[in-house]
């Protein structure tokens, strides 16, 4: 089976835009490498979240929202290109393997993923890979703008809220 996506020119195998909170503000080259990465891995994965726009920040953080202004989530509109269309869209999920039915199985497909993802960086195609283990799921993202204060690459631990 074969996903078309919204304003989009890429087709998916294993990412439906159903499985997406905000598709339409996902980058159609970082939908095709997460398609090449749950192929490689060879189990599902779950999206638990993706692009957010600023009302999704206030959801999640409440009151300290305004302390991420470089989200790797964040889609910024007022950043467009000289098509007037975003100069971005965004390249940023938080995933987990899907399926795991016991604690040392979900590991193990952990482990595959962050070894297929990191191999994206190894060979180039993720060169500002942001990577975070964090309790119930894993971030990735491969995305840097001028003026942005987070360190890529990087590898980091975190909390899931």
């Known amino acids: ?21 905000r598709p ?7 939908l095709t490498d997460l398609d090449d990465l749950r192929s490689l ?13 600023n009302v999704d920040m206030a959801r999640i953080y409440g009151d300290e929202h305004a302390k991420w202004p470089d989200s790797a ?14 100069e971005y869209l965004v390249r940023a999920v938080d995933l987990k393997p899907a399926g795991a039915q016991t604690f040392e199985e979900r590991e193990e497909k952990e482990l595959t993923l ?14 500002n890979i942001g990577l975070e283990l964090a309790t119930r799921h894993i971030h990735l993202d491969d995305f840097v703008w001028d003026g942005r ?6 590898i980091f631990p975190g ?3």
């Open 1 to 21: 089976m074969s996903y078309r996506w919204p304003n989009q020119d890429v087709n998916l195998r294993n990412f439906s835009p159903a499985e997406f909170d």
């Open 24 to 30: 339409e503000l996902m980058d159609g080259l970082f």
């Open 41 to 53: 891995c060879g189990f599902a994965l779950r999206i638990t979240d993706d692009a957010r726009n």
């Open 73 to 86: 989530h964040l889609w910024h509109p007022e950043r467009t290109g000289p098509d007037g269309l975003p």
């Open 114 to 127: 962050v070894h297929h993802a990191i191999g994206f960086h190894l060979d180039g195609r993720w060169k």
């Open 149 to 154: 204060r987070a360190r890529r690459p990087t």
């Open 159 to 161: 909390v899931s809220r």
